[in-house]
């Protein structure tokens, strides 16, 4: 994970007897700090600023203290918007992990087929998530799509009989399926990237111990791709926390409330409710979760050792 | 390679097969069902053998707006990625060669911008651009857009920059080279690779965004691509033909884009996951 | 290891510090970017915004704004016309107002839908437009346009029609099953089972999905078991009535039709959309149901079902063929036996309105596009897509292919002992999404007290 060791630059350059000359200063990291703290940490400033008024987008929002911190959590719905987040979070991981990873070890080999293969998987990668909810919500029209048309398939209770927004277990599977289609290949290439970098030197020392493919994959692939696997789980959890496009053009949330997740209710709080005060207890929450979840899943898996094997080869 | 990595992997193969139906078997359906008439699409079903084949559901995307739409999301891009280049690569430069703790403050906070998503600013953004009398302007969408790509960029191209190697940072030193110098005669012309790369992932965000052009435009005259399609697909009867050669169209430039720049995408999508 | 959680800590405390302190920095400036704001008007010149409702119907809208442009003064100030999609309509129109992008001109439902503009200051009173010219106001029915009246102020223009809600029908199913068109509820619910017999899965067809169209059951057999009264007591805060033993009748009622699998098994009805698809009117148009209950724009609705025209071309889909074909019946609600709500009673929308920003740059523009909306061409539009409008000269206007259908309907809306305004309208747009979700809960799940106590929990204006 390049990404977290900018130490290691400081190290070598230390060592590299200080030359000061050419150094570039601070200032040049000036205009992008200043440009990302104007556009998206200003916003989360006003966001919790926001949380503790009332406005409806009319007029301008006036203040009210923590009421909308006490309803929030008093809300029904809210409460269950937890639940579908978790659920989908977890789902997503869960069914994005097994495939992206075996199909990226597979697709890191060199080999021609392999290269024309990975070639098409990307095809989802180039399709904003707008364009995927919509082509799969109209290749599920339970009357004219196929449910309909691979009646065989769909027919069962497992699919709800094909009419696949009509049931939460249905609709959440739905969900569930869209963003594995979509998110997969992006995951492939984490996982293609990760694997193409373990040192063949180790899979050659195993073969000499006769290690077969399956111990091979198990004792070397696996925990060499620890980090690797970290990135691509904080990406999924994250992505995962705060599905918004899908829901809000596959199943609106429903049946009922079913699948509203918690960043779609925001947006239902804020943008069709215009109840802009609860909107932004939400989107603090969610800010709160995400930098959590991500700072907990990069410690708890060793952020340390993740280092240390990195520098040790 | 060894001989054991060399076998056959049948399991894997299978898997990778299957999968690629998965991901292929709408990509045929929308690619067939575009050329295909209305009647026929819905009297055959989806996966049917392409028949009654036709250009007229893109002559109807077309008299629908979508030429304006097109020509916003193309404006967001550029801005967007001119935004990124000019501010990323000073910032990755100073982050790799300043050893203050200034300067590796901002590396941490870009680090934690990675995980801000971006329906957490949609209302306060929505009530600032609104007071800054912006609201359903390109600017609205441009201006977030970039901001949500200059973490990551700055971490790949920060990445990227530590590849050049310190000797040739103390040479340019030794010959008495500014900051400027510096980074305009090695860092740039060594850093190639990731520009691109940055490049490319800023592009791809802009022009498939929706969120942010879902909350701060409304009007035909700002419209985005994304949004043309989403209203093109839930206002009247709509049909799925005229609906999947809208998408086709969307997928086009950046197909072209991938064509091009393959090889900077796929390293800076791997790039991701550490080396 | 004590490095790492020090760069955390440390990363974490610059963040919520630099967000801190920009938001110090924004709220100052943006004070100073609202007075730059108000100086300069902020009112696009040479044009004026018209916005309204996107659905089949906007060709007529585009034929108005179209016949405005090609007057003198229509060359001086251009009327823009731009749509957003149905559902989202509402929405984005309540984001906007207050901005500098509000439309000069827009559509509404009157009550409800611009109170909290009003009482924002938002509308311009059109009391002055009557002023100077007084056909704009005498062309029209007197009780529509108070409609959209608050205080005295007259703050809408009809601009499509009376929308009551009916029971559309698909007479070739009816024929060929050999079914009655109800005439009461134990009718209905017969032909349903007699439907489900002879094979048709989905009898009636029902835009679950989009939530809205659920409630008009609701909003029928309320008023069919317990009269007009229960809703208005409710509007007027009595929350108590919706614990009543008639709320509790009608909504037995609204469970018995559910659970004869009248909308179909499985909850199939969440996955069907109105407007788009699949959409309740490609059931009806294909013959998957027998019946749809609709306001009267589904006329134009079915006949636009599956067509690839756009802008002012006719509809060239199933659809049209389907209603040129006169496949296409129409009757009112059915009666409720015992039920104290009269069978000519009407549920729906009074008329939809044009309202006038306050802010309007043009307001003379605006008074002049305005009169489009009485001139006998723009209300033949209107008609030939089914839209009763509320114009004084209608019934002469009435021809061509829709005159039945009109005719009917202006019969319908002249006897109608009340009419009942949708729920979602009386109700303030903030509560409009829970009326949705409690009406779509309850068709799920069938569980009064959850409907019950939802219903209570909503803020009437008054």
């Known amino acids: 994970m390049t990404m977290l060791t900018e130490d290691r630059g400081l190290a070598r350059s230390k060592s590299s007897g200080g030359v000061k000359v050419g150094r570039p200063s601070f200032l040049w990291s000036l205009p992008a700090v200043v440009y990302f703290a104007l556009f998206a940490l200003l916003p989360l400033g006003v966001v919790a600023w926001l949380s503790f008024t009332k406005w409806n987008g009319i007029g301008a929002p006036h203040w009210i203290g923590t009421a909308n911190w006490k309803s929030i959590f008093q809300d029904p719905v809210m409460i269950k918007s937890f639940k579908i987040t978790a659920i989908l979070t977890v789902l997503g991981v869960v069914t994005q992990t097994p495939v992206s990873m075996l199909i990226g070890v597979w697709a890191a080999g060199y080999q021609k087929n392999r290269a024309i293969l990975s070639a098409l998987y990307f095809v989802p990668l180039l399709m904003s998530a707008a364009a995927i909810a919509i082509v799969w919500f109209s290749l599920l029209n339970p009357y004219f799509g196929l449910p309909h048309e691979l009646h065989f398939v769909f027919g069962g209770s497992l699919f709800n009989h094909g009419y696949l927004f009509s049931s939460q277990p249905a609709a959440i599977g739905v969900l569930t399926f869209v963003g594995m289609w979509q998110w997969t290949p992006f995951h492939t290439l984490i996982y293609q990237g990760g694997a193409r970098a373990i040192p063949e030197v180790l899979y050659q020392a195993a073969a000499i111990d006769g290690a077969g493919r399956y111990r091979q994959f198990f004792h070397i692939t696996l925990p060499q791709l620890r980090n690797t696997m970290v990135t691509s789980i904080v990406l999924m959890v994250v992505g995962g926390l705060t599905t918004f496009d899908s829901i809000l053009i596959l199943t609106q949330g429903g049946p009922g409330t079913a699948t509203t997740s918690t960043s779609y209710y925001m947006y239902v709080q804020g943008f069709s409710d215009f109840n802009f005060g609860p909107a932004s207890v939400i989107a603090v929450l969610l800010v709160v979760v995400t930098t959590l979840v991500s700072i907990a899943l990069v410690r708890a898996t060793g952020w340390d050792k993740m280092r240390s094997t990195q520098e040790g080869l | ?275 | ?462």
Request: proline share 5%; charged share 10%.
């Open chain 3, 1 to 462: 290891m004590v490095k790492s959680r020090n760069w955390l800590r440390r990363g974490a405390a610059t963040t919520a510090m630099l967000a801190a302190g920009t938001a110090i920095a924004v709220s100052a400036g943006a004070s100073s970017a609202k007075t730059v704001g108000s100086a300069a008007s902020g009112r696009p010149a040479g044009k004026i915004n018209v916005l309204v409702y996107g659905d089949a119907q906007n060709s007529a809208e585009q034929y108005a704004v179209a016949a405005y442009n090609k007057t003198p003064e229509g060359h001086k100030v251009k009327a823009v016309l731009s749509t957003i999609a149905g559902q989202y309509y509402q929405a984005k129109l309540q984001t906007i107002m207050s901005s500098s992008k509000a439309p000069d001109v827009f559509f509404n439902w009157g009550g409800g839908s611009i109170a909290q503009f009003q009482k924002a200051g938002l509308l311009l009173s059109l009391n002055s437009f009557f002023k100077s010219n007084p056909k704009l106001k005498s062309s029209f029915l007197p009780s529509i346009l108070k409609a959209a009246a608050i205080g005295g102020q007259y703050y809408g223009i009809p601009m499509r029609g009376t929308q009551p809600v009916m029971l559309f029908y698909n007479k070739s199913l009816l024929s060929q099953d050999g079914v009655p068109v109800p005439k009461t509820w134990s009718q209905l619910v017969s032909d349903v089972s007699t439907l489900k017999s002879k094979g048709v899965q989905t009898p009636i067809a029902l835009g679950g999905k989009s939530q809205w169209p659920t409630l008009m059951w609701f909003e029928y057999l309320y008023d069919r078991v317990a009269g007009p009264s229960l809703v208005t007591d409710a509007l007027a805060g009595q929350k108590a009535v919706w614990n009543s033993a008639a709320s509790k009748k009608a909504l037995s009622d609204i469970a018995q039709l559910v659970n004869a699998g009248a909308f179909g098994q499985s909850k199939s009805w969440d996955s069907v959309n109105f407007g788009s698809e699949p959409s309740s009117a490609d059931l009806v148009v294909n013959g998957v149901s027998a019946f749809e209950l609709m306001g009267s724009w589904d006329y134009s609705t079915i006949q636009s079902d599956g067509s690839t025209a756009t802008g002012t071309a006719p509809a060239n889909g199933p659809g049209a063929a389907f209603v040129a074909a006169g496949k296409l019946g129409y009757t009112a609600f059915p009666s409720v036996p015992g039920g104290k709500g009269n069978l000519a009673d009407l549920a729906g929308n009074t008329e939809n309105y044009y309202s006038v920003l306050a802010k309007t740059r043009y307001p003379d523009a605006v008074a002049d596009f305005l009169k489009v909306m009485y001139s006998s061409s723009f209300v033949k539009k209107e008609l030939a897509l089914g839209n009763l409008t509320t114009t004084k000269n209608t019934p002469s206007l009435i021809s061509g292919a829709t005159a039945p259908y009109l005719k009917w309907q202006y019969q319908l809306v002249n006897k109608a002992p009340a009419f009942q305004l949708s729920w979602d309208q009386a109700y303030p747009q903030t509560d409009s999404n829970s009326i949705h979700t409690a009406v779509a809960n309850y068709f799920d799940n069938l569980n009064q007290s959850q409907y019950i106590s939802a219903m209570q929990k909503l803020q009437p204006a008054s």
């Open chain 2, 1 to 275: 390679m060894s001989a054991a990595r060399q076998r056959p992997n049948w399991a894997a193969g299978v898997l990778s097969t299957l999968w690629l139906l998965v991901v292929l078997a709408p990509v045929y359906v929308l690619l067939k069902a575009a050329f295909q008439t209305q009647a026929a699409y819905s009297a055959h079903g989806p996966l049917s053998a392409p028949s009654d084949l036709t250009l007229s559901n893109f002559s109807l995307v077309f008299h629908s707006g979508f030429l304006r739409f097109f020509l916003n999301t193309a404006v967001i891009t550029v801005a967007v990625v001119v935004i990124v280049l000019v501010v990323v690569p000073p910032a990755a430069y100073a982050i790799v060669r300043n050893r203050s703790r200034t300067v590796s403050f901002v590396f941490r906070v870009f680090l934690l911008g990675l995980a801000v998503p971006i329906s957490a600013v949609i209302v306060p953004t929505f009530y600032i651009m609104n007071k800054v009398n912006l609201y359903d302007t390109l600017p609205a969408v441009i201006l977030p857009t970039a901001a949500f790509s200059v973490p990551l960029s700055t971490i790949i191209l920060t990445g990227a920059m530590r590849d050049i190697t310190t000797d040739l940072f103390e040479a340019m030193a030794l010959d008495g080279a500014s900051s400027w110098g510096t980074f305009r005669n090695l860092v740039l012309p060594l850093s190639r690779g990731g520009i691109a790369t940055i490049l490319v992932f800023s592009a791809l965000n802009a022009w498939n965004g929706f969120l942010f052009p879902l909350i701060l435009t409304q009007s035909t005259s700002s419209r985005v691509f994304t949004l043309g399609l989403f209203d093109f697909s839930s206002t009247s009867g709509i049909d799925a033909p005229a609906v999947c050669a809208a998408v086709v169209l969307s997928i086009i430039p950046i197909l072209l884009v991938y064509l091009f720049a393959r090889r900077w995408l796929i390293r800076g999508l791997m790039g991701v996951g550490g080396k």
